[in-house]
């Protein structure tokens, strides 16, 4: 992970509606502290959460398998397999 170019884009995530200004916020305060991928981590797993709670919701996706992405999430995978089963794509 390239904490720089994330922190580079930052505002731009905020402006897109890709974070929130509170997580934009987290992310500035781990910025050198060693917990930056945590943070990071913790971000994704809650968007990720979003998707999969409404894919549970709608029966499109397990309530286990929606736990086992999220745990993918957690420990740090950001794959572009992992984001589109999360979004239900795969």
Known sequence: MNEQRIMEQVDAMVASGRI???EADLLRAARATGEFEAVIAGIRAWHAGVHTAAAVTEGRMSEE???A???RVRAGEHTRELRSDIKGLR
């Open 20 to 22: 929130t200004p509170d």
């Open 69 to 71: 992405l999220l745990e």
């Open 65 to 67: 398998w929606a736990g």
